[in-house]
T-cell receptor, first 112, second 113 residues
């Protein structure tokens, strides 16, 4: 089955700097890659997703890139703000299969 | 999302007791899921259901059971066979086959008395 690895497990940046979180997946048939943000004690919320027919997607300060050949995808947050502090999870899933696999999470801390 | 409701928010289980966690959605989603979240770990899939009256085991189904009698509801029972049930349980739903984002409830925190 699919295996998703996420790095780093913790990340601390200064406000205004960029943050990058990387994930690798094992099954080349996976074709949907969402990213979730989870604040302490709250539900995970989708922040951006990408499908395998696209190499990059941007939404304001957030972008995701996908390298299908290398089987890795990354989350980029620019101009970080303290409210970006949270745990971020990547995930991967196969088409026609609802068995979504999550990475272990990255705790991002943005220092004011 | 307000469309997925989990209850209760906190739950305590005694030794040898079965407890049931509720998950209801009004998003008209076909698929529903149960995840377990332990500190410092990602979400691990317990069970998922793609349609009414059908469900599949995830990676850590042992000690858990589910039912899907209605499209809106997907309750999870933590049985006494689950020896380490203390965790944060998240229910989610999605609108169909793969390539759809999952929407999560607020979770239930289960502890052992």
């Amino acid at each position: 089955g699919e295996n998703v690895e996420q790095h780093p497990s913790t990340l601390s940046v200064q406000e205004g700097d960029s943050a990058v979180i990387k994930c690798t997946y094992s099954d080349s048939a996976s074709n949907y890659f969402p990213w979730y943000k989870q604040e302490l004690g709250k539900r995970p919320q989708l922040i951006i997703d990408i499908r395998s027919n696209v190499g990059e997607k941007k939404d304001q300060r957030i972008a995701v890139t996908l390298n299908k050949t290398a089987k890795h995808f990354s989350l980029h947050i620019t101009e970080t703000q303290p409210e970006d502090s949270a745990v971020y999870f990547c995930a991967a899933t196969l088409y026609n299969n609802n068995d979504m696999r999550f990475g272990a999470g990255t705790r991002l801390t943005v220092k004011p | 999302d307000g469309g997925i409701t989990q209850s209760p928010k906190y739950l305590f289980r005694k030794e040898g007791q079965n407890v049931t966690l509720s998950c209801e959605q009004n998003l008209n989603h076909d698929a529903m899921y149960w995840y377990r979240q332990d500190p410092g770990q990602g979400l691990r899939l317990i069970y998922y259901s793609q349609i009414v009256n059908d469900f599949q085991k995830g990676d850590i189904a042992e000690g858990y059971s589910v039912s899907r009698e209605k499209k809106e509801s997907f309750p999870l029972t933590v049985t006494s066979a689950q020896k380490n049930p203390t965790a944060f349980y998240l229910c989610a739903s999605s609108g169909g086959q793969g390539n759809q984002p999952q929407h999560f409830g607020d979770g239930t925190r289960l502890s052992i008395l």
